[in-house]
């Protein structure tokens, strides 16, 4: 007999006995599963989600950018309203002192601008409050989406598990006399 023939059939007739299963089917009892709902909940505070599925890493980024993006939206929304106030007080001036010429107003920030100036600066505002609030959307979709992730990982690996052995094997040989040998193993 081939040495390689030999070497198969002993692979495939012993690598049962070497895996240790005595048993045709076992059951492994699961942890419970993790609930998404809870873990979305959870979310909502920064870091929660992660902290609730163990990925203390990813609880500490995002609970540092959830808390920058609503400070920069605190931060961006009372810009807007202080640009505002500014564009309403140089327009109402302009319109009491000359509405037939664009006067010129001191700016707190620095410089002199005129009430179209002002207003381009009341949008400018706006426009970064409307992106701090879109920052903070995409900060907390991705972070409930890294929740989600985490949370289907943890249930797949504690799901019950039926522990068994079924083999299916299969010997071929081309026209050369090469022999090829398939094995199939379900757990």
Known sequence: ?????????????????????NKPFTFVPAEQPLSLYKALAYDIVPGGGHIYTGHYEYAAVFATLKIS??????YYYNYWHYRG??????????????????LQFKDPEGGYKTVEEFRQAYDR????????V???VAIYVTSWLMTL?????INEERQPAYIGFA????????????????????W
Do not use: W
């Not at 992730?149 to 990982?153: A, L, S, T």
């Open 1 to 21: 007999m081939n040495y390689r023939i030999a070497m198969v059939l002993f692979f495939i007739f012993y690598t049962p006995a070497l895996c240790g299963q």
């Open 125 to 132: 505002a706006a426009h970064y409050f409307t992106l701090s």
């Open 85 to 102: 106030s500014l564009y309403r007080s140089a327009k109402k001036a302009n319109a009491a002192i000359d509405p037939e010429h664009d």
């Open 69 to 74: 993006g609503v400070y920069a939206m605190y």
């Open 167 to 186: 083999a299916h094997v299969l010997l071929d040989a081309d026209a050369y006399g090469t022999v090829y040998a398939g094995y199939t193993v379900k």
């Open 134 to 136: 879109a920052a903070n």
């Open 149 to 153: 992730y985490h949370v289907q990982q």
